[in-house]
């Protein structure tokens, strides 16, 4: 194949792309009842508190209250939705920093996962977690060095 032909194809292809993303953006934002809605029907047999909503609507940590020892987490990554259940069993660490908290999971499809809520919000998420699992490795840390790593998935 001839290098012209591979540079055209390129940027015709990253052209189209392009004028697709212009055409049809992401404009979903996640509010409390799409958040409700969609973890029900991943997980229709769970009794839900009110999820707490990321300040810029794009990912959600939903508290269950049956079956106990769950803590739904909804994220979004690109133009769909990720919906997991968080067992008091399963192994994670959380750190938070300010407003923001990074859940680092045992699972290389999505190994972290970095959340920005407010003030008065994150008080409720890191309660939601104190009680979830009290025997989680967790830290309030000023380093979010951390938070640049390439594993890091931000729903924020």
């Not at 212009?22 to 839900?48: C, G, M």
């Not at 699972?107 to 008065?120: H, W």
């Amino acid at each position: 194949m001839d290098l012209l032909q591979l540079v055209i194809s390129a940027l015709s292809i990253l052209a189209v792309a392009g004028i697709a993303a212009w055409l049809y953006p992401n404009k979903l934002k996640l509010d409390s009842e799409n958040v409700a809605k969609d973890y029900r029907r991943f997980n229709p047999e769970a009794t839900i508190g009110s999820p707490l909503v990321t300040t810029k609507g794009n990912g959600a940590i939903i508290p269950v209250k049956a079956p106990t020892g769950q803590l739904g987490i909804v994220t979004q990554l690109g133009d769909r939705l990720v919906c997991r259940t968080l067992l008091s069993t399963d192994r994670y660490e959380t750190n938070h920093n300010g407003d923001m908290l990074i859940i680092r999971l045992a699972d290389f499809t999505q190994p972290a996962i970095k959340l920005n809520f407010g003030p008065e919000t994150m008080t409720k998420v890191l309660s939601l977690f104190a009680i979830h699992a009290p025997n989680t490795k967790y830290s309030a840390s000023a380093d979010t060095s951390f938070a640049t790593d390439k594993d890091v998935t931000d729903a924020s």
